[in-house]
């Protein structure tokens, strides 16, 4: 019973209470045919060691000798032992959130820090204590835009990340906020020209990403002219920080909504990872979730404490900016592990390097027969290439070499079925960058 623990008798006495005469009772609504009736077929039974080493069988499987150039969003960078020897630590693994400031003060001084980095990253003068991740940052910038100009529109360019886009249209459907998409240049960057007519004069905000989701690097410069012209607030979105080692921070912008994974944190298959809001002071009381400040005691020793909680669970619901109800305590920590451990010019060299196998690529890229470039916007380490054939074919066969092609532009963007979106980060050996290159001639050559 180590993995149900729930005795006959506990169970009985909690199909009584729900008024099922049995399991069977319980599941009587789900189709017979659907219902497992026998045990599963499964190997064993294996002892614990046994287990693991079955496991650890099964994962080199999936992770031997592949490389993928893959992105979008979620990144695979180098990151440090320190970082996973301090984080799980007792007292920062088993912390959830820091409610009791007083026996709180290791999480919260952690915090602090990873706000002041988040600030001076983004050029913004306060961040929050983060979000789920950058999809709900982004939504939740949005909110706050919706909040501070009374307004119940927006303006999303479709070279935000795909995926962000769908949760923002969840919470947009049940808010009554109008969300309206505005296209592209043909360098690959938004282009503020195709915003309808009149649709600035009740928008809230101008949502862009930079870099956006074709690796374009986006100028704010326009779209922050437009937007204040017109009363609205610019939110520039970022998922792929490591970009800001090296180009200019997003001053410009009203709100920064930014997925921190980049940092430290692994893929994981798709999370958990770290939201941050980022926004000038003035904006302050209208920012979701937490906000930890520094604070003297009654002898003058420094301190941590929650200066700002505007949600649910602290004041009125009517009052909450979010009905967020935590924060990423444990990866803002090793956000800020890792950030510290690079320094100003560790992340300046790691954003160097992504750039330069980035633009490695592309030259190699470009040599190969039925491959190009579409976009001429600059690009930090995503861009799109597109193929004399389907990216799904061409990745099918990337994959009997060992190979994780690029995201398939179709899914996202109808029409560009033989375009794919290509990421190199400092972890791609130059070596698998010629293979990948190599893999692509063979290819496209074969009939």
């Given amino acids: 019973m180590r993995y149900l623990p729930k005795s006959q008798s506990e169970r009985r006495e909690m199909l009584d209470a729900i008024g099922a005469k049995s399991i069977e009772t319980l599941f009587e609504t789900i189709p017979a045919k659907y219902r497992l009736r026998d045990a599963l077929k499964l190997p064993g039974p294996l002892s614990e060691m046994e287990l693991i080493d079955y496991f650890k069988a099964r994962a080199a499987e999936n992770s031997r000798g592949y490389t993928s150039f893959l992105g979008a969003g979620v990144y695979q960078h180098l990151k440090s032992v320190v970082t996973d020897a301090l984080v799980q630590r007792g007292e920062f693994l088993t912390s959830y959130t820091p409610y009791q400031a007083e026996i709180s003060q290791g999480t919260l001084q952690a915090i602090f820090e990873f706000q002041t980095l988040m600030s001076q990253l983004t050029g913004q003068e306060v961040a ?8 709900t940052a982004l939504t939740e910038a949005v909110l706050m835009a919706e909040r501070l100009t009374r307004r119940h529109r927006v303006l999303v360019a479709s070279t935000v990340h795909p995926e962000y886009r769908q949760v923002l249209a969840t919470y947009a459907k049940h808010l009554g906020i109008e969300v309206e998409e505005f296209g592209f240049a043909a360098n690959g960057a938004a282009d503020a020209g195709t ?37 609205a607030l610019l939110i ?13 921070p997003p001053e410009e912008a009203d709100i920064v909504a930014l997925e921190a994974q980049s940092f430290g944190v692994p893929p994981s298959y798709g999370g958990p990872f770290v939201g941050v809001i980022a926004t000038r002071e003035k904006n302050v009381r209208q920012m979701p979730g937490r906000l930890a400040g520094e604070a003297l005691d009654g002898e003058g020793r420094r301190g941590f404490c929650l200066t700002l909680a505007t949600r649910e669970q602290h004041i009125r619901r009517e009052k909450a900016t979010s009905n967020i109800c935590t924060n990423e305590a444990l990866y803002a920590l090793v956000v800020t592990i890792h950030l510290c451990l690079l320094g100003k010019e560790g992340l300046r060299e790691l954003a160097a390097q992504n750039l330069s196998k980035a633009r490695f690529a592309q030259e190699e890229l470009k040599r190969v027969p039925g491959v190009t470039l579409p976009f001429s916007g600059a690009t930090f380490n995503e861009f799109v290439v597109e193929f004399s054939r389907p990216v799904r074919q061409i990745n099918e066969k990337l994959l009997a070499e060992k190979i994780v092609g690029p995201l398939a532009l179709g899914k996202y963007y109808p029409g560009q079925e033989r375009r794919g979106l290509v990421c190199v980060t400092e972890t791609t050996p130059r070596a698998e960058i010629e293979r990948f290159a190599a893999a692509l001639r063979k290819i496209l050559a074969a009939n």
């Fill in 195 to 231: 915003i309808r007519g009149g649709a600035l004069d009740e928008a809230a905000a101008i949502v862009v990403q930079s870099p956006n989701f074709f690796g374009v690097l986006e100028k704010l410069g326009p779209f922050e002219q437009r937007a204040h012209a017109a009363g």
């Fill in 128 to 135: 929050n204590a983060s979000m789920y991740d950058g999809s």
């Fill in 236 to 248: 520039d979105c970022v998922t792929e920080p490591v970009s800001l080692g090296i180009v200019k």
